[in-house]
C-alpha cells in the first residue's frame, strides 16, 4: 500500500473516531427509524457505527402494543445516549429524550409563570400523583383545594389545571400546585365582590361546604360564613340538619371586611321570624296562664307556648319586696299573668302576677258592689228613710 493511500485511510479512521467522539452518554441526539419491528425499532445515529435497536418500552410510556404504533420508517427521532459500546453495543431511548425535553419545557414554563394540565393517576401518601407532559408530577394535599380535603381518591382519572411550583431535573423532581391558581382566582373575584357587596343586602348564594360551626356559602365566587346562630329561627342542633352541599338560598348581607376578608351571613334574616307571628295573637292587657321554666336575679321567665317566653319582672311577682325570684314562685309553678307590654322590634314580653292578681281583686270586688246594688231593701231601711 502507497503512502499517500496509507495517509487517506489514517485520515478517514481519524474523521470516524472524531466523529464517534462527538456522541456522549447522556446527549440527546437526532436519530433515523431505519426499521420497525413489533417489539422495537432500529434507528440509526451519525456518529455511530451501527444501527442501534430501541424496544418499544423507550419508544414511549406506557409501553404501546407495538413500536409500529409509535414510528414509521423514516422519521427522524431524538433519543438520549444511554450507553456507548459494551457486549450488545450502544443503547439509547427515546423515552429518556422526551422527558428531558419536557423537563426543559417545564423549566421555561416555570420561569413564565404559566399553568399546566395534569391527570391524576393514583394517591399516595402526603398527596397525588399526576402526569404533566409525559412527566410524574406530586401534588401536595395541602396544595390541592383552598381548604383541607378528607379523600383524595375523588380526585384520580380527573385532568386538573396545576401551576409548578419546584424543579429538581437531577433528582427527577416536579411538584404542583393547584391552590395557588384557586387563590389567584378567589383573590380576582374577591376584589370584584368587595368592590360592590354592602351590608343590608340581600343576595342569591350556594351552600359550599357544611362545618360543625355553620356553613361556607358562595356569593358569585366568594365565600361567606352563616354561623349556625344564623341559619334558623329555630335551634339547630348541627347545620347539616337544615342544609345540604350545592343548595341554592337567598341570604343577608350582616357585615362585610374588605380588609380580612370576611364576610357574615345570615340565613334566619331572609325569613320571618316566627316570634313576630306568635307575638301577633296576643295583646298588651290580655291575662293568660302558663309555666314557670326559669328564674333569674331579674324575674322569673314563664312559657306563653313551648319555645315562646315572656318575663316576669321582680317586681311583678309578688306585692311584697323580694330579694330572690325563689321566695314568689318555682320552676314549674303554673301562673296567671297579666301582658304588661309587647316589644316587637326587640322581641320582648313583659309579663305582670301581680297585676293580674289586682285585676282579678278588683273585679271580684266590682261584682260584689254590683250584687249589693241589685239586692233587695229590707224593712228596716224603708223605715229608717221614710222617717
Known amino acids: 500500500m502507497s503512502e499517500e493511500m496509507n495517509n487517506d485511510f489514517a485520515s478517514m479512521l481519524k474523521a470516524e473516531e472524531e466523529s464517534m467522539q462527538a456522541v456522549n452518554v447522556g446527549d440527546v441526539v437526532e436519530a433515523t427509524v431505519v426499521a420497525v419491528e413489533n417489539s422495537s425499532a432500529m434507528v440509526n445515529i451519525a456518529g455511530l457505527k451501527s444501527d442501534i435497536p430501541i424496544p418499544k418500552r423507550e419508544l414511549v410510556r406506557p409501553e404501546p402494543d407495538s413500536a409500529e404504533d409509535v414510528v414509521k420508517v423514516g422519521d427522524v427521532i431524538e433519543v438520549a445516549i444511554v450507553s456507548l459500546g459494551g457486549e450488545n453495543g450502544a443503547t439509547v431511548s427515546k423515552v429518556k429524550a422526551d422527558a428531558r425535553v419536557a423537563w426543559t419545557e417545564m423549566e421555561g414554563i416555570q420561569e413564565r409563570g404559566e399553568t399546566v394540565q395534569a391527570q391524576v393517576s393514583q394517591v399516595v401518601k402526603g398527596g397525588l400523583v399526576a402526569n404533566v407532559n409525559g412527566l410524574r408530577g406530586f401534588i401536595p394535599a395541602s396544595q390541592m383545594e383552598l381548604h383541607f380535603v378528607k379523600d383524595l381518591s375523588v380526585y384520580v382519572g380527573q385532568t386538573v389545571e396545576v401551576l409548578p411550583i419546584e424543579i429538581d431535573v437531577h433528582k427527577q423532581r416536579l411538584v404542583l400546585s393547584r391552590r395557588q391558581i384557586l387563590e389567584a382566582e378567589r383573590e380576582k373575584k374577591q376584589e370584584e365582590v368587595f368592590a360592590t357587596l354592602e351590608a343590608g343586602q340581600t343576595v342569591r348564594g350556594t351552600v359550599k361546604r357544611i362545618v360543625d360551626y355553620g356553613a361556607f356559602i358562595d356569593i358569585g365566587g366568594v365565600d361567606g360564613l352563616a354561623h ?142 254590683a250584687e249589693q246594688e241589685d239586692a233587695p231593701t229590707t224593712i228596716g231601711d224603708e223605715v229608717s228613710e221614710g222617717e
Do not use: N
Open 228 to 369: 349556625i346562630s344564623d341559619i334558623s329561627w329555630e335551634r339547630v342542633k348541627h347545620p347539616s340538619d337544615v342544609l345540604q352541599v350545592g343548595q341554592e338560598l337567598d341570604v343577608y348581607v350582616k357585615s362585610v371586611d374588605p380588609e380580612s376578608k370576611r364576610i357574615s351571613l345570615s340565613i334566619k334574616e331572609t325569613m320571618r321570624d316566627p316570634w313576630l307571628d306568635r307575638a301577633e295573637r296576643y295583646a298588651e292587657g290580655d291575662y293568660i296562664e302558663g309555666e314557670v321554666i326559669k328564674l333569674t336575679d331579674f324575674g322569673a321567665f314563664m312559657q306563653i307556648e313551648p319555645g315562646f317566653d315572656g318575663l316576669i319582672p321582680m317586681g311583678e311577682l309578688c306585692e311584697r319586696r323580694i330579694e330572690r325570684a325563689d321566695e314568689a314562685v318555682h320552676v314549674g309553678d303554673v301562673v296567671k299573668v297579666k301582658v304588661l307590654r309587647i316589644d316587637m322590634k326587640r322581641k320582648r314580653i313583659s309579663l305582670s302576677i301581680t297585676k293580674a292578681k289586682k285585676d282579678a281583686d278588683t273585679a271580684v270586688f266590682k261584682k260584689y258592689e
